[in-house]
């Protein structure tokens, strides 16, 4: 028997030079037969490049940023609810992911709406933080480079004695730059406050190849798929512009054991950098898919597929096989678009793109 | 680091490397992947040669000895030219660091 079509929203359509992951999820969703009804995009910026994919999103709204607050993404999801009635959403953006948590709660919004997700829960998101990187590395018996939290700048004058130079100095949501002494130091520790706050993170430099995971985690212990991937073209912001799919037995039982210690419920990329003695160290795991998740896809494990599923109640048996060296090369492309395009948009916090073959009386 | 420790990571790294070349992918065109790393490479039929001999479990003197079999070469020029390959497949970890060559 077929499965019903499911009405999913996806965020994060701001595919930059520095891509969020929604374009990448609408895709890979797209691609799985039969899963889709409607595809619904949220964005948080008119010019956001994935308000403007035809073939990818029939409903475009627009939703308030996360600085707005829990009320204003709630009243916006009511509206959206009533106009389109969604069956999923798949949240993809860090700073997001705490108000879907909450509204996702047993007796939140989404509950009562009835709209299903898969996500981790708010004490995972804390888990795997960059502050707590060492800890989570011990639980599950993961490598990390020494890192350590600094609270004051003082810290930083002798903070070589236990992380020696060069290390990285990270913000403590986003941000890394490089401190070869303690003048570097100083000034990359005043960037990461002035951006992101307290505290700032001081992680060894440690050199190698970086490999990243994308993975999923059903929230029992077990995992549903994961890709591993090298890494192939970086951008000047070190994020992967192409990448092959890559076979090592060793990465994937990296995987599970942060699954098997955490019970990590949802999606999640897990960065790892293996150094020159071939050890894995665990860079960070970011909560979400990350920009080229496509490629599990490619490969044979639709990862974002399988989180629709599992969001909307269904069985997903885990996945093991994908093809290794399945590449990915990311490409800029100009869409073309309409002045009443950006009206709607702008004026209504609303588009659609009507389907070619679709029954109009559907097509709003 | 003790030389148990020593030796159990060389023969790790042993282990690692034998298992890593019997799993490249090497196209007839010379086109070479490595599945653990994700790297590519390009080898012409020299190359190609030794490396299907290694695959097949020969130590240098054989690999040295497919080439002359296949190819016009003799000397010193052969023993430097196999080194200097080895030298490399070391540096991609395809041939372990204590392998005896």
């Known amino acids: 028997m077929s499965e019903r079509p499911l009405t ?89 992911l705490p108000s879907f948590i909450r509204l996702a709660e047993p007796g939140g919004l989404l509950e009562r709406l009835g709209i299903g997700t898969f996500l981790p829960t708010a004490a995972l ?42 290390f990285w100095v990270k913000g403590v949501y986003y941000g890394a730059k490089r401190a070869r002494g303690v003048d ?65 037995p060793e990465l994937l039982e990296i995987a599970a054991r942060f699954f098997a ?3 990590w419920r949802g999606p999640c990329e897990i960065e790892l950098l293996r150094d020159q003695d071939g050890v894995h160290q665990l860079l960070e795991v970011n909560p979400r898919f990350p920009a080229w998740c496509y490629l599990s896809a490619g490969a044979g494990q639709n990862l974002p597929a399988a989180v629709a599923r599992l969001a909307a109640g269904r069985a997903v048996a885990p996945m093991r096989e994908f093809t290794v060296g399945t590449m990915f090369v990311r490409i800029a492309l100009d869409q073309i678009s309409t002045l009443e ?24 | 680091m003790s030389s148990t420790e020593k030796s159990e990571k060389s023969e790790k790294s042993e282990k690692r490397a034998t298992q890593k070349l019997r799993e ?13 790393t994700g790297a590519t490479f ?28 296949r190819f016009d070469v003799h000397g010193e020029d052969l023993e430097r030219d196999v080194d200097e390959f080895f030298h490399l497949l070391r540096q991609h970890g395809l041939v372990g660091e204590e392998t005896a060559l």
Request: some cysteine; overall charge negative; proline content about 6%.
């Open chain 1, 8 to 96: 999913i929203a996806v965020t994060a359509l701001n595919a930059t030079d520095n891509p969020g992951p929604g374009v990448a999820v609408a895709r890979a969703l797209r691609a799985e037969p039969g899963l889709c009804g409607r595809l619904v995009g949220l964005a948080y910026d008119c010019l956001d490049p994935g308000v403007y994919t035809r073939d990818l999103c029939d409903d475009v709204y627009v939703i308030p940023y996360p600085s707005q607050g829990l009320v204003a993404l709630e009243a916006r999801l009511r509206e959206i609810h009533a106009a389109t009635p969604l069956d999923v959403i798949i949240p993809n953006v860090d700073a997001e």
């Open chain 1, 125 to 166: 998101l804390e888990l795997r933080s960059k502050a707590k990187l060492e800890a989570l590395g011990e639980a599950a018996a993961i490598a990390t480079p020494r890192t350590r939290v600094i609270g004051a700048v003082e810290d930083l004058y002798t903070i070589d004695r236990e992380v020696p130079y060069p």
């Open chain 1, 184 to 248: 570097e130091a100083v000034a990359a520790f005043h960037a990461m406050v002035a951006q992101w706050g307290l505290p700032v993170i001081v992680q060894a430099g440690v050199v190698g190849e970086e490999i990243d995971i994308v993975a999923v985690g059903d929230g029992a212990g077990g995992m549903i798929g994961a890709v591993p991937m090298k890494k192939t073209v970086l951008t000047d912001k070190g994020k992967a512009w192409a990448g092959i799919t890559i076979r090592d």
């Open chain 1, 261 to 263: 210690a955490t019970r």
């Open chain 1, 341 to 364: 395009e950006l009206q709607a948009i702008t004026t209504s916090g609303e588009l659609h793109h009507p389907r070619e073959g679709a029954d109009p009386k559907e097509a709003r």
């Open chain 2, 24 to 36: 490249l992918a090497i196209s007839e065109t010379g086109f070479v992947f490595d599945p653990y």
């Open chain 2, 42 to 69: 390009t080898v012409n039929a020299a190359g190609k040669v030794i490396l299907e001999a290694l695959r097949a479990g020969a130590g240098r003197e054989a690999v040295a000895e497919a080439l002359r079999g």
